[in-house]
């Protein structure tokens, strides 16, 4: 196959992680699209939330119970993983621990994250499964210092997880798409293995249930904090990452590739001035803290702590990739600031 050439789309596809911000938008696409779905989730509640979100936004609701059947499963027993991959022709494996607070031991979240990643990848492939898209993430790629005489972070560059600034998720991270190339190269050469490392996600959730980066805008909409950090993070609205994960289906050319998807890099600053524009009413503080205060709050503060090693930076990554293969466009991030506001504010979760 050569590049831009597609291929007839599998007709079911399993989603590991369906509750999830990235994972209920997937769903979505993929039902508007035609496909049926197979969903995976940690307890029957998360399934009822799930199948409310997806169902109030799909563009035809019939026979939904049909087209999208949602299955209780734990990443960290096998149980029922094989027998849920039964008749599926893609697995798109977005489930990866995602805790409010970065433990100060990141073994647990490392060990689910890895294991989980290859009991997925092990029951598809011991059900005949053939292709496998992971939700991987630009932390996979930008915890570590850039090669001498490179620019920006693309998909040849690879966390270290032992540099300084590893955080325990970005840890897990890399190292659960470690495990997943290192298990088809060994283990599963019949797999074809694309992963998605999205940026910093920001858009329009499908339900209340919030994502960690859409609670950086509630918190910035909320203007309790007297200043900012000097922070920021290179960001991508969630429907584009939704639309990359449904794209490399029909692409042969992005097996066996890593592919970021990402706008640009949005300063804390700037993000809390695109918010002070758009509500003027609203008291949001678009001050910048000093480093030293950052620092001093962080002795007792853990989750400022955590943010210490990244202050100053501003890391730029390359999108030439999903470009290329996929011809994806990114939405303006300004865009998906704005859109996340609006919902955080008609549905009233600023308070």
Same mark, same amino acid.
């Given at each position: 196959?050569?590049?831009?050439?597609?291929?007839?789309?599998?007709?079911?596809?399993?989603? &590991?992680?369906?509750?999830?911000?990235?994972?209920?938008?997937?769903?979505?696409? !993929?039902?508007?699209?035609?496909? @049926?779905?197979?969903?995976?989730?940690?307890?029957? =509640? $998360?399934?009822?939330?799930?199948?409310?979100?997806?169902?109030?936004?799909?563009?035809?609701?019939?026979?939904?119970?049909?087209?999208?059947?949602?299955?209780?499963?734990?990443?960290?027993?096998? #149980?029922?993983?094989?027998? =849920?991959?039964?008749?599926?022709? #893609?697995?798109?494996?977005?489930?990866?621990?995602?805790?409010?607070?970065? %433990?100060?031991? /990141?073994?647990?979240?490392?060990?689910?994250?890895?294991?989980?990643?290859?009991?997925?990848?092990? =029951?598809?492939?011991?059900?005949?499964?053939?292709?496998?898209?992971?939700?991987?993430? +630009?932390?996979?790629?930008?915890?570590?210092?850039? /090669?001498?005489?490179?620019?920006?972070?693309?998909?040849?560059?690879?966390?270290?997880?032992?540099?300084?600034?590893?955080?325990?998720?970005?840890?897990?991270?890399? !190292?659960?798409?470690?495990?997943?190339?290192?298990?088809?190269? *060994?283990?599963?050469?019949?797999?074809?293995? +694309? +992963?998605?490392? %999205?940026?910093?996600?920001?858009? &329009? %959730?499908?339900?209340?249930?919030?994502? =960690?980066?859409?609670?950086?805008?509630?918190?910035?909409? $909320?203007?309790?904090?007297?200043?900012? %950090?000097?922070?920021?993070?290179?960001?991508?609205?969630?429907?584009?990452?939704?639309?990359?994960?449904?794209?490399?289906?029909?692409?042969?050319?992005?097996?066996?590739?890593?592919?970021?998807?990402?706008? *640009?890099?949005?300063?804390?600053?700037?993000?809390?001035?695109?918010?002070?524009?758009?509500?003027?009413?609203?008291?949001?503080?678009?001050?910048?803290?000093?480093?030293?205060?950052? *620092?001093?709050?962080?002795?007792?503060?853990?989750?400022?702590?955590?943010?210490?090693?990244?202050?100053?930076?501003?890391?730029?990554?390359?999108?030439?990739?999903?470009?290329?293969?996929?011809?994806?466009?990114?939405?303006?991030?300004?865009?998906?600031? @704005?859109?996340?506001?609006?919902?955080?504010?008609?549905?009233?979760?600023?308070?």
């Amino acid at each position: 196959m050569v590049q831009g050439q597609t291929v007839d789309p599998p007709s079911t596809v399993f989603v &590991t992680g369906a509750s999830g911000y990235i994972a209920k938008h997937i769903c979505l696409k !993929l039902l508007n699209e035609g496909y @049926r779905v197979v969903g995976s989730v940690r307890t029957p =509640a $998360r399934a009822e939330e799930t199948l409310i979100a997806v169902r109030d936004h799909l563009d035809d609701d019939a026979d939904i119970d049909d087209r999208l059947r949602l299955v209780a499963l734990d990443l960290d027993d096998d #149980a029922g993983w094989y027998e =849920a991959m039964l008749g599926v022709d #893609a697995l798109i494996h977005t489930a990866s621990p995602l805790p409010l607070e970065q %433990p100060d031991d /990141p073994r647990g979240i490392v060990r689910t994250a890895v294991d989980g990643a290859l009991r997925a990848m092990r =029951a598809a492939q011991a059900a005949g499964v053939g292709r496998v898209v992971m939700t991987s993430s +630009t932390a996979a790629i930008m915890s570590r210092d850039l /090669p001498d005489g490179q620019q920006v972070y693309d998909e040849t560059v690879w966390s270290d997880p032992a540099h300084p600034s590893i955080t325990p998720y970005a840890k897990s991270k890399t !190292l659960a798409e470690r495990a997943a190339w290192n298990f088809v190269a *060994r283990e599963a050469p019949g797999l074809n293995l +694309t +992963t998605i490392n %999205p940026s910093f996600v920001l858009g &329009t %959730p499908l339900d209340d249930h919030l994502s =960690a980066s859409i609670k950086v805008v509630q918190r910035l909409l $909320r203007g309790k904090h007297p200043a900012l %950090p000097d922070l920021g993070f290179t960001c991508v609205d969630v429907k584009d990452i939704a639309e990359m994960h449904i794209r490399v289906l029909t692409t042969p050319a992005s097996i066996g590739q890593r592919i970021i998807g990402a706008d *640009r890099f949005v300063h804390l600053v700037e993000m809390a001035k695109i918010l002070a524009a758009a509500y003027p009413d609203r008291r949001i503080v678009t001050r910048q803290a000093p480093d030293w205060l950052i *620092r001093l709050i962080g002795l007792v503060d853990k989750p400022v702590r955590s943010l210490i090693p990244r202050l100053g930076e501003r890391d730029e990554v390359s999108t030439g990739r999903a470009e290329d293969l996929l011809d994806m466009t990114f939405a303006d991030v300004e865009l998906s600031i @704005r859109a996340t506001a609006d919902f955080l504010i008609t549905r009233g979760l600023i308070k």
